[in-house]
């Protein structure tokens, strides 16, 4: 792995994964994350996201892997300690109480002695578990493990903050409070990766994300940058569509039954639906809704694992030997 510098928190080049010979799980990803971003990476499951993770964290050694992470060659040990990492599957130790668990994490982390105990009281507060500090983890429930680990990812203040599947096993009040937790930790300035599943949460907190799509990264950007070709208003009238519709580009027609039909105008840009508006006033339509629509990131994630030629969805884990071509949708 060689030297470099970049300005990026993280900036990888050419990583490269190939397991026991014949799994190619990583194909020379590239991927630039912005420090003080939230960054989201998605892809279905055997994608290679935790194996990328692994890399980053030197759990796993690359084939090939160029880059940095916070400014430092991959790899490099003592950049790790400004790094939280939450592991997919992790395990605490059961025998311990949270706030034990904590402290133990604390040590590793070269926390002094002294703060130790204050610094993991108010993580535990933080993860909303602080009524639960004094119980043993084997009582802990699956997202309760999840919040303990986000803690403990914490814990050395880091300015990097990678977390697998960090809502894992999380129920609904859990992960808006994980999703304030890790706005909170932007607004302090902190980088961090992410890795879900679950879409319309990465929606919610990340301002760019990347689709990996057996070991390559199908797309990466901001959501705006990735939807902007489908960003359209449409507006839903009484009746037929006009004939004047269709003969008008960028305008087209859809009925939605007997009763009413979508006009839809292509672009972000509001000032032709005003025309179209005013011309359908004066035609005495009944106009029931205008709505600004671009592509979700659930869409974006379905036409990147759709194969265009063939409508297939790309299957769980990454062919020995297939040599996936690109789906088309690369930022
Ligand atoms: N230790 C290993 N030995 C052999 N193959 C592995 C190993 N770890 C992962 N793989 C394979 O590498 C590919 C990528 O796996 P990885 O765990 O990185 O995917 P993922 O995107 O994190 O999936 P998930 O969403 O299910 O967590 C898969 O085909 C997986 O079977
Ligand atoms: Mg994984």
Redesign the pocket.
């Given at each position: 792995m060689k030297s470099q510098s970049s300005d990026y928190a993280i900036d990888l080049h050419d990583v490269r994964k190939i397991?026991?010979g014949k799994?190619h799980?990583l194909r020379d990803i590239q991927m630039q994350v912005h420090p003080g971003e939230i960054f989201g990476l998605l892809?279905?499951?055997?994608?290679?996201?935790?194996?990328?993770v692994k890399i980053m964290m030197t759990v796993v050694r690359p084939n090939r892997a160029h880059g940095t992470i916070l400014g430092k060659s991959i790899g490099h040990k003592r950049t790790l300690a400004r790094v939280g990492y939450l592991p997919?599957h992790h395990r605490l130790p059961s025998y311990l109480t949270g706030q034990q668990v904590l402290e133990f994490y604390a040590a590793l982390a070269h926390v002094p002695g002294g703060v130790r105990k204050k610094r993991s009281r108010e993580l535990l507060k933080t993860m909303g578990m602080d009524d639960w500090g004094n119980k043993k983890v084997s009582s802990y429930s699956k997202g309760m493990m999840q919040r303990i680990g986000l803690a403990q990812a914490l814990m050395n203040d880091p300015d990097l903050i990678v977390l697998d599947?960090p809502t894992d096993g999380v129920d609904p009040v859990g992960r808006r409070d994980i999703r304030d937790v890790l706005l909170e930790l932007r607004e302090m300035g902190k980088t961090i990766f992410l890795?879900s599943?679950l879409l319309s949460e990465l929606e919610m907190v990340c301002d760019r994300v990347a689709i990996?799509v057996q070991?390559e990264v199908a797309t990466q950007g901001t959501l705006d940058d990735l939807t902007r070709e489908s960003q359209r208003y449409e507006i839903i009238i009484a009746g037929t569509a006009p004939s004047w519709i269709e003969t008008k580009s960028g305008l087209r027609a859809e009925t939605l039954d007997d009763d009413r039909c979508k006009v839809i105008i292509m672009g972000a840009d509001p000032q032709p639906i005003q025309t179209v508006l005013d011309q359908l006033r004066q035609e005495n339509r009944i106009i029931l809704s205008v709505q600004p629509v671009r592509e979700t990131l659930e869409d974006l994630f379905m036409r990147a694992i759709t194969d265009p030629a063939t409508g297939e969805i790309s299957s769980?884990?990454?062919s020995p030997n297939s040599n996936r071509k690109s789906k088309g949708v690369r930022a």
């Open positions: 397991y026991r799994i799980a892809g279905p499951n055997g994608a290679g996201k935790s194996t990328l997919e599947e890795n599943h990996l070991g769980p884990g990454a």
